[in-house]
């Protein structure tokens, strides 16, 4: 076992100076980039903006942030210290809330899309699972459905965030992810009441009623 760590230890590094050398001939103005495009996606942008709406001014919310800045490995042997960095090496949390004076992380959210989990997936997920619980740093799963039920994202995070205004009502558009606003309907069969309106109105014309009661909460 323990001769084929040293052969893998020797064969990366071999590897790694076959690459930096293959790179040192190559002149750097050849290599040319591109930009990717937005760094979230539409469902991972609107979750982002309810956390924000969630925890205010108590916390920074940043997303996709990579393991390795904000966990290392607990001291142990060289193989266990290299394998125990090669395994968090190239993962991210989805989202980690810091503390907004000092920028110490308090709470690693991940966020569930909904769809199912293929088998690279699962494996993330217990890998995040584990350097949390040995980490000691919270973690909280949030289904995309929270991006729209800001109280209780509210609720969720007020263990680990000391946060004010728990109640106050936030919600975001369905169809774009804009901030809605409360409007009291002027005409119609239900003139007088209140309703929440897409702040992109005219462009965006999604409304909402004002008393939507929300599904239970479930899992978590
Ligand atoms: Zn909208």
């Known amino acids: 076992m323990e001769s084929v760590f040293i052969i893998v230890v ?3 590094a071999f590897f790694f100076l076959v690459q930096k050398r293959a790179a040192k001939q ?16 539409n469902n991972e942008s609107v979750f982002y903006n309810a956390l924000v709406a969630a925890v205010a001014n108590n916390g920074v919310v940043m997303p996709k942030v990579a393991m390795s800045q904000v966990i290392g490995p607990k001291s142990g042997n060289k193989k266990q210290w290299f394998i125990a960095n090669n395994r968090i090496a ?4 989805d989202y ?9 992380p308090r709470v690693v959210i991940e966020l ?5 989990l293929d088998k690279g997936k699962i494996e993330r997920q217990k890998l995040i ?9 919270p973690l909280i799963g949030c289904h995309i459905k929270h991006s729209y039920q800001v109280g209780r994202l509210r609720r969720l995070l007020a263990t680990h965030i000391e946060l004010i205004e728990p109640e106050k009502e936030v919600r975001f558009c369905k169809r ?22 897409c702040s992109r109105q005219p462009h965006c014309t999604y409304t909402e009623n004002y008393n939507v009661v929300f599904e239970e909460d479930d899992e978590l």
């Open 96 to 104: 980690v809330i810091c503390d907004p004076r000092t920028f110490e």
């Open 10 to 12: 020797v064969l990366v």
């Open 90 to 93: 190239r993962s991210y949390f």
């Open 129 to 137: 699972i584990h350097v949390c619980k040995t980490a000691n740093l």
């Open 176 to 197: 774009c992810g804009s901030p809605m606003v409360i409007k009291v309907a002027a005409q119609g069969e239900f003139k007088g009441r209140k309703f929440f309106t």
């Open 26 to 41: 190559v002149p750097l103005k050849e290599s040319q980039y591109k930009l990717k495009g937005s760094l979230l996606n």
């Open 112 to 116: 569930d899309n909904g769809k199912e």
